[in-house]
């Protein structure tokens, strides 16, 4: 599968690797996500998936000091950055992909 050639080809690159322009292009688009991720925090809008996700697990929520299954973690970290529309904006897809994107 296609996505599988991408994680394997994603997995194995190096920051070295990479020119000094993408490095410092990869590094803004993940300030503006933490950024934009505190901001939707201290808004609270995503108290109101809180009753949803599940239990315990081993991914963090940003703020909350206590840990989810991952999807749940990355679908409230995704809400937290995106609920605002502060997240970057892409001019080629005319959307805001880095709070879907970026692993966290």
């Known amino acids: 599968m296609l996505v599988n050639k991408l994680g394997q080809f994603v997995s194995q690159t190096r920051c070295h690797a990479l020119p000094a322009e993408v490095v410092d292009a990869t590094k803004l688009r993940i300030l503006d996500l933490l950024a934009a991720g505190l901001v939707g925090f201290r808004l609270g809008s995503h108290k109101l998936l809180l009753p949803?996700?599940?239990?315990?697990?081993p991914a963090?929520?940003?703020?909350?000091?206590?840990?989810?299954?991952?999807?749940?973690?990355v679908l409230?970290?995704?809400?937290?950055?995106?609920?605002?529309?502060?997240?970057d904006g892409?001019?080629?897809?005319?959307?805001h992909p880095s709070s879907v994107v970026i692993p966290f």
């Open 52 to 57: 949803i996700v599940a239990g315990a697990g």
């Open 60 to 73: 963090s929520v940003w703020g909350l000091g206590a840990k989810f299954p991952l999807r749940d973690a």
């Open 76 to 87: 409230v970290n995704s809400f937290l950055a995106h609920s605002t529309y502060l997240d």
């Open 90 to 95: 892409s001019r080629y897809t005319g959307g």
